[in-house]
């Protein structure tokens, strides 16, 4: 009987455990997939566009990492493009980072990224405002960076506009 019920026992926290694992991981993908953002970007007088770059798979063998669609860096925010998209998982962050190239091998955390904040939604247009004081033209990259797990999951290589390098 005591084998029995110590068995009961430890299934029901096992199961328990894993119940939870399954509803955090789970969570994103189950309910947070469908939602598309529509944020717009508000007027400014003295906002002028620097860069523009596009978000690619970084890594092909990774089906789960991945990112599509266009940013663009002003003096004061970074937008994502109503193309934007990611495959959905935990706590994705968009970071600035001083490298023009990021690979899955490049060490971002490592990096002096910008972490601008979490993506509200996995697709459309949402909009990040830049700390002040910060200058943007020393940021090469925009980088959709999951922080729970420390993984790249799809970078953005900016071009910078001529009138803003000059």
């Not at 002003?74 to 994502?80: E, F, I, K, T």
């Not at 990611?86 to 972490?115: M, S």
Request: charged content about 20%; proline content about 7%; overall charge negative.
């Amino acid at each position: 009987m005591r084998k029995f019920l110590f068995g009961f026992v430890l299934g029901g926290l096992l199961g328990g455990l894993v119940g939870v694992a399954v509803a955090v991981f789970a969570y994103p993908f189950v309910f947070l997939a469908d939602i598309e953002a529509s944020e717009a970007l508000p007027e400014a007088a003295d906002r002028r566009l620097l860069a523009r770059g596009e978000f690619i798979h970084a890594d092909p063998s990774d089906p789960l990492h991945y990112g599509r669609g266009a940013v663009v860096l002003y003096s004061d925010a970074v937008q994502l493009g109503s193309d934007f998209e990611v495959g959905p998982g935990p706590k994705f962050h968009v970071y600035l980072v001083p490298l023009d190239q990021v690979t899955p091998e490049t060490d971002v955390e490592a990096a002096d990224y910008v972490d601008l904040g979490q993506l509200r939604a996995f697709k459309g247009s949402q909009v990040f405002r830049l700390p002040a004081g910060l200058d943007p033209a020393a940021y090469g990259s925009v980088v959709i960076w999951c922080k729970q797990f420390g993984v790249l999951v799809s970078p953005a290589k900016l071009a910078f506009e001529q009138a803003a390098t000059n």
